[in-house]
T-cell receptor
Framework: KAGVTQTPRYLIKTRGQQVTLSCSPISGHRSVSWYQQTPGQGLQFLFEYFSETQRNKGNFPGRFSGRQFSNSRSEMNVSTLELGDSALYLC?????????????FGPGTRLLVL | QQQVKQSPQSLIVQKGGISIINCAYENTAFDYFPWYQQFPGKGPALLIAIRPDVSEKKEGRFTISFNKSAKQFSLHIMDSQPGDSATYFCAAAAGAGNMLTFGGGTRLMVKP
């Protein structure tokens, strides 16, 4: 079974631009979560989607948004990019609907904002 | 506010030794405590997880010890191997959904 895939793997943008990252979960998984990883702040939860609905949201500004499609694929968007948005963005998927199931992480998208 | 504090930040252990990483949490609503292993260029991968109804869980060379009253939990890696060299993250979650709060990470180096 294929793992979580994220595209693109690397991205360079300039301040003020917007970016869209994509995540394809493991087949059959319905929950998709997004995390930001930086050397300074570590791993921080952005949001979780389940059945096309945002189920949980972390403490990030409204410039960060996401959505999930009917096939469970998810996208996250960052508008008006800032230098501090440079990070590794990780997507994780899980199967069951109950609490705290094992999350399987993708390799991430490394975003550099210049 | 850092809700999960992890120590040490880095750790060097000889091959065959025991690696110990500690985490402390503040939110008493946390009821799921996983440990993740991350190699460079890869996403984190679940190693082992525990819920507060048990004080210890062992899977192979990896053991989680959990102290609910002290709000602390730790990862022990027995017979550490050079292939265990990676960054380890503790995490915690509460209630419904998959919102993980991560510790700051520990970079482990196992010397041959």
């Amino acid at each position: 079974k294929a793992g979580v895939t994220q595209t693109p793997r690397y991205l360079i943008k300039t301040r003020g631009q917007q970016v869209t990252l994509s995540c394809s979960p493991i087949s059959g998984h319905r929950s998709v979560s997004w995390y930001q990883q930086t050397p300074g702040q570590g791993l921080q939860f952005l949001f979780e989607y389940f059945s096309e609905t945002q189920r949980n949201k972390g403490n990030f500004p409204g410039r960060f948004s996401g959505r999930q499609f009917s096939n469970s694929r998810s996208e996250m968007n960052v508008s008006t990019l800032e230098l501090g948005d440079s990070a590794l963005y990780l997507c994780a998927s899980s199967f069951l609907t109950s609490n705290q199931e094992t999350q399987y992480f993708g390799p991430g998208t490394r975003l550099l904002v210049l | 506010q850092q809700q999960v504090k992890q120590s040490p930040q880095s750790l060097i252990v000889q091959k065959g030794g025991i690696s110990i990483i500690n985490c402390a949490y503040e939110n008493t609503a946390f009821d799921y405590f996983p440990w993740y292993q991350q190699f460079p260029g890869k996403g984190p991968a679940l190693l082992i997880a525990i819920r507060p109804d048990v004080s210890e869980k062992k899977e192979g060379r990896f053991t989680i010890s959990f102290n609910k009253s002290a709000k602390q939990f730790s990862l022990h890696i027995m017979d550490s191997q050079p292939g265990d060299s990676a960054t380890y993250f503790c995490a915690a979650a509460a209630g419904a959904g998959n919102m993980l709060t991560f510790g700051g990470g520990t970079r482990l180096m196992v010397k041959p």
